[in-house]
């Protein structure tokens, strides 16, 4: 099976080193997310127009990776022969409310640095739409920190034999599993900026994944990781490292 090449080096980090990730995994930051952010403004609009780029974000990276490939080719329309509203135009950005801290949090440039971008991305985009405020307590941190960390468990050292042992979906290729009900389920609704959806639909996928041991030949496991990359690029990124899909930059820990 050949895997897409994936290339993702907007992810690297001049400071630390994504091979340490077993201490440190999480603890990544984007400059094109972290640094636009404005200061000395009020503290929720400073946290929505976080949300904000961190949703275009992941949009523009979904439209710009092999799973925002159509699974099924649309029927040909003419323009000419269609009527009013038969062309479904490109969804739009939805409008983004603040995320609402409490208050042993002073703000979030302290709460990016103290639990890195995967887990904040995940905690400020799960359970509630973009468009609602965001409640956002400590525990939510810590449910997304461990959740993340059975993803990670699973899935650091993949194997490198044919197929998955007790594998049950007869996939052969990468295209196969992108067209797959269990991927749609998850691309849909990131296509329609529906991530709180996307996201429990994607913790359903890793519980079927879960059957079967982590196997650089399974394609299933791939997409997944590479929609995990989505939300958490930088534990996605040493996973695909470590699936063979990517080359890893050579960092130094700092």
Not at 112 to 121: C, I, Q, S, T
Request: proline share 9%; aromatic share 10%; net charge neutral.
């Amino acid at each position: 099976m050949a895997f897409v090449p994936v290339m993702h080096t907007r992810y690297t980090s001049p400071t630390y080193n994504p091979h340490s990730l077993s201490q440190r995994w999480g603890l990544f930051f984007t400059d094109r997310i972290l640094n636009p952010l404005p200061n000395g403004q009020n503290p929720n609009r400073q946290t929505q127009i976080f949300r904000s780029q961190l949703v275009k974000s992941i949009h523009t990276d979904f439209q710009h990776s092999f799973l925002a490939f159509p699974a099924i080719p649309p029927m040909p329309v003419k323009i000419s022969d269609a009527k009013a509203g038969d062309l479904d135009p490109a969804p739009a950005a939805p409008e983004t409310a603040p995320i609402l801290l409490p208050d042993e949090i002073s703000g979030l440039d302290d709460l990016a640095k103290e639990v890195g971008l995967d887990v904040l991305a995940l905690a400020v985009l799960a359970d509630v739409p973009v468009y609602r405020p965001r409640h956002l307590e400590l525990e939510d941190l810590v449910a997304q920190w461990r959740w993340l960390r059975l993803v990670w468990s699973h899935f650091c050292q993949p194997e490198k034999t044919e197929k998955a042992n007790n594998a049950k979906d007869d996939i052969f290729d990468v295209a196969s599993a992108v067209r797959s009900n269990r991927v749609l389920a998850v691309t849909r609704q990131i296509d329609q900026y529906r991530f709180n959806i996307a996201l429990a639909e994607l913790r359903k996928m890793f519980q079927y994944l879960r059957k079967s041991p982590a196997n650089r030949q399974n394609p299933l496991q791939l997409c997944f990781i590479e929609l995990l990359r989505l939300f958490c690029p930088y534990i996605g990124h040493e996973l695909l490292y470590r699936y063979g899909a990517i080359k890893s930059p050579d960092q130094t820990e700092s």
